[in-house]
Antibody, heavy 115, light 108 residues
Framework: QVQLQESGPGLVKPSETLSLTCTVS????????WSWLRQSPGKGLEWIGY???????NYNPSLKSRAAISVDTSKKQLSLRLSSVSAADTAVYFC?????????WGQGTLVTVSS | EIVLTQSPGTLSLSPGEKATLSCRAS???????LAWYQQRPGQAPRLLIF???NRATGIPDRFSGSGSGTDFTLTISGLEPEDFAVYYC?????????FGQGTKVEIK
C-alpha cells in the first residue's frame, strides 16, 4: 500500500521560505496527481496545489504565487516551497495522492512561522 | 471559487443512530466531483466517498453519499464508536479545489 512521509523544518522565520519534502513508498509516482494541503485552526483544510507526475502544476490562487511544487520521479519525492511566509502560514502540512479524491495522505507535519 | 457550506456544525448522536450530514455548493457543481473525508483527532483525513456517491476502497457500507448540483449528503446508517469524528466535503470539479468547514459528529 502507498505510504507518504513529510519531512522538513518545524520552525521557519517570517519572510523566509518554507521547504518540505514528501517521500512516497509502496507505489509509483507515475500516473498520478500529487498535492500539498495544509490545515490550520483558523482556516480549516486548504488545498495548496498539485503536480502531475509529468511536471504540470496547478496552484491555489489564494497563495498569490508564493507556492512551488516539484517532483523527482527517480527519488519518488515531491517538494513544496512556500516563499515569504508569515504567521498565517503556520499549519500542519500534508502531502497526498489524488485519485478520484485524495486517497492517500501523509501523517502531516507541523510548521510554525515565528522569529 | 466554489464555496462549500457544511451543516450542522456539530451533530450529537448516540451509537447506533443514523447521521445525516449536508454539504451545499455555491455556485453549483456542474459535475459530481465531490468527495467526503473522515478525520479523527491527530490523524490525516481519510477518503470515504468520491464522485458524490462511490465508496472508496475498504469503506464500510454504512457510509453512503448522494446528491448533485448544489446539495450533497453523507449518511452514516448506524454509528459505530469509531465513527465519532469530523467530516469534510471537498470539490474537485473546478479549480481551486475547496473544502467545507467540517461537521463534528460527537457522542451524545
Amino acid at each position: 500500500q502507498v505510504q507518504l512521509q513529510e519531512s522538513g523544518p518545524g520552525l521557519v522565520k517570517p519572510s523566509e521560505t518554507l521547504s518540505l519534502t514528501c517521500t512516497v513508498s509502496g507505489a509509483s509516482v507515475s500516473g498520478y496527481y500529487w498535492s500539498w494541503l495544509r490545515q490550520s485552526p483558523g482556516k480549516g483544510l486548504e488545498w495548496i496545489g498539485y503536480i502531475y507526475y509529468s511536471g504540470s502544476t496547478n496552484y491555489n490562487p489564494s497563495l498569490k504565487s508564493r507556492a512551488a511544487i516539484s517532483v523527482d520521479t527517480s527519488k519518488k519525492q515531491l517538494s513544496l516551497r512556500l516563499s515569504s511566509v508569515s504567521a498565517a502560514d503556520t499549519a500542519v502540512y500534508f502531502c497526498a495522492r489524488f485519485f478520484r479524491g485524495f486517497d492517500s495522505w501523509g501523517q502531516g507535519t507541523l510548521v510554525t512561522v515565528s522569529s | 471559487e466554489i464555496v462549500l457550506t457544511q451543516s450542522p456544525g456539530t451533530l450529537s448522536l448516540s451509537p447506533g443512530e443514523k447521521a445525516t450530514l449536508s454539504c451545499r455548493a455555491s455556485p453549483s457543481l456542474s459535475s459530481s466531483y465531490l468527495a467526503w473525508y473522515q478525520q479523527r483527532p491527530g490523524q490525516a483525513p481519510r477518503l470515504l466517498i468520491f464522485g458524490a456517491s462511490n465508496r472508496a476502497t475498504g469503506i464500510p457500507d454504512r457510509f453512503s453519499g448522494s446528491g448533485s448540483g448544489t446539495d450533497f449528503t453523507l449518511t452514516i446508517s448506524g454509528l459505530e464508536p469509531e465513527d465519532f469524528a469530523v467530516y469534510y466535503c471537498q470539490q474537485y470539479g473546478r479549480s481551486p479545489w475547496t473544502f467545507g468547514q467540517g461537521t463534528k459528529v460527537e457522542i451524545k
